[in-house]
Structure formats: C-alpha cells, structure tokens
C-alpha cells in the first residue's frame, strides 16, 4: 500500500489520461470523468498523443517495450497540472512503476515526478476536489467492485464507495469476499483462462447474491469481465465505471 | 573447494555487492506497561482461549488445591521433580494422599515405555509467565527434565503471579537470555493440539491434552 | 512406496482437474477463507504495520550478515556440541543425512515437519537405503499414508476433508470409519507414540537459527517435534542457509508475525528451542544434535538485489491463504514443493524456469500476496521480474531465463509498441478499429469460453473529446 498522500488544494487545470481501454471499449466513462472535472470548475486538458500507459507489455515482462510506450507519455504533462486517470491499474502502474521501469535512465527524474503528479479519478474527486453530489437517480441496490490495483497499489479501498455513499438513493451493497480479485489481471486471463473464469464466476455469483441490481467499478478491465461474464449468462445485471455512473445520477 | 567454502565464497563475493544492514527498532513488541492484575488476567484469559486451565492459589494452598486437582482428575501416577523447591513442597504435601510419585531423576532410557504409557501426570515449576500470549517458560533441568512436561497426558505447571511479564521480549531482553541459554528452554502455551483435520480443534494429539496452570499469589487469591 | 506425482510442467492439466474437483474447490475455500477471518482478528490489536516493518528488517538485517551469521552459528552451535554440515544441494544434504544414520545402524528415523526435507525429498533417499522414514506431525503423517506430498506448507493435509482421512486411516491403519475428530486424534497418538519409542533418529526443520547463541528454534502446536527432537538417541535438524537471524532479541518479533499471519493464532503450543544435545547429568534430549545447512539455489538468489527479497520468507503460508488461485486449484496444481504466491517467487530458481514457466504467469497481480507478507516481501513485483527473466529481458539471473522468448510474441509487443508510439497511428487505428467492429469476431480466444467478447466503441475517446471541445467552444454542452 502507498503511503498516504499530502493532498493539495484544488487547481484551476488537470490533465486526464484516458488509458487504452477507455479509448477502445468505454470511451463514454472517459468523457463522463471529464465531465464531473469540469463540472468542479475545472479545466481538463486531454493531450491528444496519449495512448497506453505501457502497463499491458509490463506485467507480461516485456519491459523494453514497456519503457518505449511509457516514455511516450512523459513528455504529455509539461505543465505541474495533476494528472487524473479514471482506472486504478493504470494509475498505479504510472504512479509505482514508472519509476522503477525509468530507474537507472535518463528520464528517471522525469518518471517520478510524472509519478508524483498522479491521481485516480475517485481519489482526486474525494481529497482534492471534495466533491459534493446530488442524487438524481432512482433507487437501487449497488455494488461497487474495487481493482485490485486501486484497493493494493494505489490504497484507495474507500473513495469508490465514498462517492456512491453521496448519492441518496443508492444502496451500497457489499458483496462477499469484496477484497478478492475478480480474475482479470491483464494477460493473466488470456494465459490463464480457467482459473480466471473461476475466479469471475464467483466474483459474479457474490455481487448476485448480495442483491445488487447494477455493480460499477473503478477499472475498466474489471468491467470488461464482470460485465462480460453477466452478459454471457444472459443475466441483466449490468455494469458501468464509476465515472459513468456517477455523472449519469447527478447531471 | 568444501560445500561450506564455495557456499561462504559464494555469500561474499555476491554479484550486486555488499549490503547495508538495517538498525531495528523493538518498541512494537516490549513497553506493554501492564500492572500485575492486568498481567494475571491476561494471562489467564489467553491460555483459557487455548484449552489451559487456570487455578488460583496462594503460597500457603497451593499444594492443597494441587491435590484436589489430583483427585479431581483420577490422577494415580505424578511424575515430578526431587530437588527444586515446588516439588519437594507438592511431595511433602502429598505424603499422605493416594497418588504414587514417580521419580523423573533417571535416564529417559531406563524406562521410556513407563514414562509413555504409565504416568498419568508431569508436575513442573516454571520460571515465569508471558501475559500477552499467555505462555510458560521452563528451563528443563536433570531435577525436571525435559519430556515430563510432553510426554504424560497432563501437565500441572506452578507459575508464581509475581514471575507473569509482559512480553516474550521482554522475558529475554530482562533475564539475559541470550548469555546463557539452557540445552533446551521452552515456551508452553495451552496443551497439545492440532487442527490438521479439517480445520477441526483436537486436543492432546502427542503431547498433553490437559495444562493445569496453578498460579501461585502472594496474599490471598484474587 | 509410490507418492502421487504433480509436475509444474503440467500446471494447465492439474489446474482445469482440480477446477473440476468440487470436493478440492470446497475443501480449499471453506480452509482459506477461515484462515483468513482467523489472521484478521488476531491483529486486531497490534500495530501490524509497525510489526511488518520490524520482522521485514530484521530479515534484511539477517540477509545483508548472511555468510558471517553462518559462520557465527556454526561456531556457536560447535562450542554448544551440535554438529554443523553443509549442503550445495538437496541430494547432498541427503547424503549427509543418510550416512549420519547409518552411521549410527539407523534402520527408523521420525520425522517433525520440515519442508526443507520436502524440497530435498528425503524420505524417498532415505527409503532408497532401507531406512524407514515416517512422519509425525500429523497432517504431514496423514500425507504419507496417502501416498501424497504436502498441499499447504503449514497445513499438509488441507486439501482433505474429514470423511476422506477417516477413509485414509482406516485403510491404512485399520480405524473405524468415523467422522469424530478426536477419535481419529488419539488413533494417530496412539500409532505414532510407538514408533516415537522406537525410532533411532529424530529429523526436524528449523523455524529459527539463532547465530549469537547457537539455537535451533522450532514452532509447533501438536508436540511431535518436541518429540522428535528429545526421545531419539540422535536429532538432526535440516534448514535453508537464509533461516539464521542474528540475535536472540530477533526472534520474538518472527514469531509474533509467524503464528498470527500462519493461522491466526497469537502463539503456538510450544516454542522448542535447543542449544545443545544432551548434557552429562541431563537424563533426557538426544546424545547426538547435527544441523544440515542446505543451500540448494539459494546463494544464487542472494547474488541479485531485487530477487534477494525472496529470501526474507520465514513460511508462514498466509500468500497461499489469501491468494485467489491458490484457493481455486490447491496445493497440488502446483507440482512444486511451496506451492501459491511463494511457490511462484521461489521454485523457478531451484527447478529453473523452464520447468516452471506456467507459475509466475499464473498470477492476476491482484497484490493480496504482498499486502498479507509479514516481512513484506514484494511477491508481485517479483512475479514480474520472473516473468521479465522468462522473456529475456532480465538480467539473466535465474536459470532457465529468455526460455519463453519466442518470434511471434516479441512480434506481437513491438507491434504494440510502434503504435503506441505513434500518436497519430494509434489515433488512426482506433478510428478504424470503431468503423470495423462489425467485423471484429464475437469469440476471441479463451476469453469468450466464460465472458462476451468486449465491444469495441463507434467512437474513440480521443474523438469524443474532440467532439465535446468543439460543442464547448461553440457554447453548448456535449
């Protein structure tokens, strides 16, 4: 777990990197993150050269590879504006991995403190934005489902839920086992694909079971196979990421 | 070039170089600052939650209650020391009851099988208590040798209120372990037990099933 | 006799029986998850971190004096009368072993649990020369009548419910069929206590080597390694080289960590610590103490910062109880002697990677390994770094490194890579990806043998965000 953060006051400018499967798959939730920015007097800047954080060619070991794609973002974020990225995975892998991948190069000065300018997106709503939340939904039974990255890398186990605890007509439903990994992991369900099945099957059977009628998540890969597994079993509990659900109660 | 040469060259001549050693920092596990009734109770209330029995006594009963407890459990052989102050005062005490002492002054040799399938109970002393794991510490002398404490189905151990300390810690950081360590010294917490079938508590799997601990007090027992 | 053989080769194989396994799946949950529960109470009232951070230190600490702690413990175990051998490798320590007891005429050696002489199998060795080597912890006992090898470092026989060893022990030993626990108890009591009797060599691990005084320091809740090390004429403790700490003051905060983070217990029964054989006067504990030092692969992980951390482990088995594949296919699967998270971090460097390809990738990095650690050994990063040596683009530190490299997947990476690369490529690419989903195929690979494919979007990000600037611009909201 990081250590805790020495939160700064709220700026006039942010960066938003959208990561690769936003921009491929839920560019909505990408542009819905935006939203809630602006919508705190905010201005994002989306720099238009971004594309991944490198973190799919990292965990798989490729790190030349990695270190090419990563550096590529480096120089996106000139400017000391804090960076928001609305995924736990690649939030942790820019913020923890970036200067270990960089360590020993160059631009290893550069990484960290590219790193240190890193904040996910419920993070940054929660203890820089403080953000306050008008319910406009109906009600309904949720549960929230934390990356791992987001609850282990980055320690972010309650900003989530904290967002959703403003909205009045949500009820956060806790499912069992809330801390264990759904089995996405990336390559690992490509390599894996019977244990991460496994995995996903029981993540899916405890958000049923805890009587939630729509789940959300922070990080879109777990989205992808959460919501992927529900919609293979024809069952019409669905998902969304956060940013997506929260905008689209309160806007 | 010996295993242990080529091994120990292998160590020094490590590829990424020398390491710096860190300093450690102990106060997470010593400065309890308990008083002696907070010790006691939580002692007593640690090695209850693992199956050890507590009786209280004071110095003048104890050896009373001890031969209730004899009575109580069916105790007919007591294997016990000769020479350290607790079980010259239990046998003084015990003349007159029914239970048969048993030596344990002799060579484990001489008569193992009496000593596994024969005694029905080990008496120790103890040198003193561990109030935050509620834990013994015996130093097994030739007087009270080292498998009484194992071997018999119960072991009734004399622990003095006033020799019960915080934390193992403290224990050998206070009694200067570390300049004189016995051929074996012991921490007991609780009887024998295991959970290797099926997450299922079973007691006196090799050792004990029962530990009576009979805290000895000063005054009257609290 | 004939142990059921698991290979790490057939990781994918013994993965899908064991998913397949309903009775596995519910043994393993129902374990994990009180485990769990037990770990998370019992530090409810310590500051865990402040402990972690102590026991993680005084392991760095152990490490960094390693060759001149060895050296220290030898000295001190010799002045103390415990015999002190070296071992480059398991057969070596085998070796040893087997000629100390026949030295003696040995014909029975109990054993306390050690995995350590799992690693080195040594009980095969020593049948091989007509020693009968019989275990006594009795998870470790229950294994061996199974003909099988340990699922669980700490619980062997975690991967078999009650009704399966009443079936086990009354085969094997002739006991009534049962499900009552403490029948079953006495039953292995009663079969163990003879050969306790009888036995002419005791062969125990070692939790702890303390270098400043020479003591061998063994955790245990049943007494069997009490046993093992007091009744046999000879003992003979086995351990890695990286068990040896410094001083005596370092072992308190170990345990601590040991019991708690291993079954969430605050304390084991018994704390056995031994610093000599049998002394004149003493009339019982065995005449002859040897210890075993085995390095077996690990001086060449101690050579490399990073993988050096690896060495930190004092086996307490909580990455295997909050880890969710271990969980899901149990120890077996593995095909390792330490199964789970440490299994993975380990193994590779005593069986090489190529033997051992399919574990460091068989992790989601999901980090429940390193959050638990009580000497916070960073498992997922070492995962990834495995996995880096595996590709070849390591240090080429562990053997068997680059044995996974092959042409099509350093294609497939830098493909990725030029595109990512080049912004307005990539730009280009996922306009065109979005134009094309109809086209993409609605089963890709494994994935959607449990899940819908994901969709690829109309639109990209990079696009609606183009789109929403313009609106803005013009005034309105997008």
Redesign the interface.
Known sequence: MTPVKLYPAKPDKVYVFGTCLIDLFYPEAGLDAIRLLEREGIEVIFPDDQTCCGQPAYTSGYHDEARAVAEAQLSLFPEPWPIIVPSGSCGGMMRTHYPQLFAGTPREAEAREVASRIYELTEFLVHVCHVRLEDKGRTEKVAMHTSCSARREMGLAETGPALLAQLGGVELVEQARAAECCGFGGTFAVRHPEVSAAMVEDKTLAIEAAGAEHFVTSDCGCLMNIGGRFEHQKKSLGGEHIASYLWRRTS | MSARESILKRLRERTDGPLQAPESDFTVVTGRGWDTGERIERFERLIGSVHGEVIHATLTDWTAKLAEVLTAKSIRRLALGREHPVPVAARAALLDHEVELVDVDRDIETWKREQFESVDAGLTSTRGGIAETGSLWLWPTPDEPRLISLVPPIHIAILDSETIEDTFFDVIERHGWATEMPTNALLVSGPSKTADIEQTLAYGVHGPRELVVLIRHPQEAT | MSVQQFTPQAF?RQ??EA?GDPQIRA?FR??M??LMTKRRDVFTD??LE??RE?GA??R??A?????DL??QLETNCQTNGIRVH???DGE?ACRIIRELCEARGAKSVIKGKSMVSEEMHLNAHLEAAGIEALE????EY?VQLNEQTPSHII????H???DE?SEIMHDKTGTERTRD??Y???A??AQ??ER??SADVGVSGVNFAVA????LCLVE????G??TT??PPMHIAVTG?EKVVE???????L??LLTRSA?G???????????????P?????PEEVHLV?V?NGR??I????EL?DTLRCIRCGACMNHC??YT??GGHTYGTTYPGPIGKILMPHMLGLEATK?LP????????C??VCPVKIPIP?LL?R??????G??RG?VPGAGV?RNRKE?AA??S??W???H?AA??GS?AV?GKLRGLAPSRV?????????????K???????KA?RRAKDEGGE?
Request: glycine share 6%.
């Open positions: 994918h993965a899908h998913l043994n129902r374990a998850d009180g310590w500051d402040t402990l102590l230190n005084i760095l600490r490490l960094a004096k390693l060759p060895l050296e070296w071992a480059e070596a006594s912890d009795l998870g229950l619980m062997p026989a975690i078999l419910n009650t060893i626990v403490d079953m108890t006495a292995a009591r163990l206590r306790f009797m400043e005084t020479g003591t809740n049943e007494g069997n009490r046993m007091t009744v080289i001083h005596l003051r370092d072992v308190p905060p345990y601590a079954t217990q605050h304390v084991t029964t018994y704390f056995n610590m031994i610093s000599s054989p049998r002394k006067g003493e009339h019982d504990g030092l390095d001086s060449n101690y050579q490399d910062d050096l969710p594949v899901r296919v399919d990738s068989a992790s989601s990095l999901c980090g429940a390193g959050e990063d990834v495995l996995r880096k040596e595996a590709v683009e390591g530190n996974k350093v990476w830098k990725w890579q595109l990512a690369t912004p990539w730009r996922t990806a690979g494994p994935w959607t043998e449990y899940r819908s494919a994901p969709k690829l979007a639109t990209s990000l990079h696009a609606l965000v929403h997008s």
